[in-house]
């Protein structure tokens, strides 16, 4: 199946995705024209979507665009990787359970923004990652997988964040995988 990644940043988790030799990404749609991920998309000759919300009446109207774009493409799968929008109930309705989002913590810890961040200056002793499907809430919806990070104390945010993303990095491709292959398992 034909699957789109959403990123507005940094894009280390679509590289992650990408570098995995059983996954081929057919779209990267991104809200930020400046965001290094696009970059990344371009250099692996991944097409892109960008778009700037500004430029839209409104939500429902760049989702309308976005939604054209993965027609093109025949999209089948979308997985949020650092998408800093809410989705809106015109994708969330088209693509009902096949919209995945990764999250920095172990929710319903620390939802939104600044996650790792928070969970430091908590004092927490363990945080983690959380893949889980997307509904309409900030960082909520069913979880499909969590994995604690320890926190150690002679960690600062630096070592804590690479812990973190190195666990990202090894559990959204093979998540990824397992999700879009559940229909050929079963069939
Ligand atoms: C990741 O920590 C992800 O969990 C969160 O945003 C960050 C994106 O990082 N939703 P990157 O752009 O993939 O490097």
Redesign the pocket.
Known sequence: PNISIF?S??????KAIIADQSLTCQLLVSDNPTAP?IEIAKKHHIPTFTFEPKQYADKASYEQAILAALKKYEIEWIF???YMRMIGPNLLNEYTGKIV????SLSPAFPGKDAITRAYKARSEQTG?TIHYVDEGMDTGPIICQQPVPIHEQDTLETLQTR??KT?HQLYPKVIKELINVKTLVE
């Open positions: 990123a940043g940094r894009g280390s988790n679509f991920v949020l990787a650092g989002n990764i999250h920095p990652v973190i993303q990202e």
